[in-house]
């Protein structure tokens, strides 16, 4: 192998740019030439190739974002998009390329190669650690301390005025972030996109608790079964009018930030892997880390979302909330 190309596509999350430097800087090593795809599968699209070196990727292992900046192309999912995207990389001469994002980007390489024989090797960019085939993805160690340092800081406020906070957090499809944030920020209950919300359980349990606690925090995946958070909040006031109800969503702060040390790492480890990975003839794959080791996990099982997650978890969770 000759000439890699790296792109990242989807959501950004923190860690992508330790992911790409690790790419680039194994690519150097192993004297491979290395091209940057900007804005992902649209700029694969639209001919924007960048030369990378060992320099270009100086400086960006702390960064959040990502460098080579990533979008989503509808244009991809023609036929004539993926011609074109073809028609570049064949331009460029490139022999691999390695996709970081998530679910729609290795759908979208899973598609594209039944078009275009050169081989793709994913790693798992996406904060809400939803894919099969690694036990965390690129973003997701640090969009959770994230949110536990915002639902800390929403504490205090809650504490000083007797509040029930709702605090929304990023997962439309998957709860893990609402999960373990949850578990550790000490909240009364979790309510996530797997689980149909028992509304009547929830308000037993929030009548029933403590009555010495100063605040409450309940933490909501986005539309995680009850529908708006808001909508939601104005129930449970109607059901407990003696509660002083506040309403709080996290948003996108959630993707942004300096990644964390375990992200830092796992990203390295994931870029590292893919080149190596791309070297030994593999192809159509996503690079994870299982138990602490490399897995490799064929792009048609990674994108499968995982339908429960963590009865223990869950179950610790209503244990501890007491």
């Known amino acids: 192998m000759k000439k890699i190309a790296v792109f990242t596509s989807g959501g950004d999350s923190p860690g992508m740019n330790a992911c790409i430097r690790a790419v680039v800087r194994t690519c150097v090593f ?15 699209i639209r001919d924007e190739f960048i030369s990378m070196n060992a320099k270009s990727v100086s400086g960006i292992i702390q960064r959040g974002g990502t460098i080579l900046k990533t979008a989503r192309s509808s244009e991809f999912l023609t036929q004539e998009g993926m011609q074109k995207a073809k028609a570049n990389l064949e331009k460029h001469g490139i022999e691999g390329v390695i996709a970081i994002g998530g679910d729609g980007t290795f759908k979208g390489a899973l598609e594209f190669g039944t078009l275009c024989s050169i081989p793709f090797v994913g790693c798992p960019g996406t904060i809400d650690n939803d894919l099969i085939g690694t036990d965390f993805t690129i973003g997701y160690d640090t969009a959770i301390n994230t949110v536990v340092e915002a639902v800390d800081k929403i504490r205090d406020t809650a504490e000083s005025h007797d509040r029930l906070f ?9 709860g893990l972030i609402a999960l373990r944030s949850g578990i550790g920020s000490g909240a009364e209950a979790i309510l996530i996109s797997e689980a149909k919300t028992d509304f009547e359980k929830l308000i037993q349990h929030l009548k029933e608790g403590r009555k010495d606690k100063s605040s409450k925090i309940v933490i909501v995946s986005e539309q995680g079964g009850t529908g708006s958070v808001l909508q939601l909040s104005e129930k449970v006031k109607k059901e407990l009018p003696f509660y002083d109800i506040r309403v709080s969503v996290l948003g996108h702060i959630q993707r942004g930030g300096n990644p964390t040390c375990m992200d830092r790492v796992n990203s390295s480890r994931m870029g590292f892997s893919a080149v190596e990975a791309l070297m030994a003839g593999k192809k159509q794959v996503m690079i994870g880390i299982i138990n602490n080791k490399i897995a490799y996990t064929p792009f048609e099982n990674a994108v499968k979302h995982l339908d429960e997650i963590h009865p223990d978890l869950q179950r610790m969770m209503r244990v501890l909330a007491v």
């Open 30 to 44: 192993h004297k491979i030439e290395v091209m940057g795809i900007l804005h992902g599968y649209d700029g694969m």
């Open 166 to 174: 709702f605090v929304e957090v990023m997962g439309r499809d998957a």
